[in-house]
C-alpha cells in the first residue's frame, strides 16, 4: 500500500490587487493566501533562522507586494517580495498547510507582534529603520 500523495496544484494566480495568492488543487480544494501571510511566514532561513528559537519577527510587511514567482522544480515556488525577500521556497505542501491553517496562523502572528511590544496593526505597518533619531546620535 502506497502513502497517501501530497495535493498538486491544478491552479496557481498571483492578483495583484488583491494582493492574494489564489492556488487551487487536485483535491477541490482552493486557497486565498494574502502576500503579507506568505512573506511573514516565508519558509525561508531569514524568517525562520536555522534552529528552534532563531525565528526571526517581521514587522512592516503590511504592504509587501509579489513582484514574480519563479517555479522551483514540480515542488514548489519562489515568490520574489517587493522589500526584496526571494529566498523562501514555498512547497506544494507549505502553500497548503499555510491555506488550511491560515486563520491559526494569522492568529499567532498576531500574538507574537503584541508579545514584542507593538500593537496588532502597527506591527504590521512599515517600521523606521532606527528607532530614536539618526545615526548621529541627535534626534531630529
Known sequence: MSAPS??????????????VVEVEFDD???FS???ELMRVLSPSAE??????????LQTGKRDVEI?????VGNYGVKPLFSDGHASGIFTWDYLYQLG???????????QKLEAAGFTRESGRDHQPEVAGGHGCGHSH
Open 67 to 71: 513582484h514574480g514567482i519563479e517555479p
Open 100 to 110: 488550511r491553517d491560515q486563520a491559526a496562523l494569522w492568529e499567532a502572528y498576531l
Open 6 to 19: 501530497s495535493p498538486v496544484p491544478v491552479s496557481f494566480k498571483v492578483r495583484k490587487l488583491s494582493r
Open 47 to 56: 524568517v525562520r533562522g536555522h534552529g528552534p528559537g532563531q525565528e526571526v
Open 28 to 30: 477541490g480544494v482552493m
Open 33 to 35: 493566501l494574502p502576500f
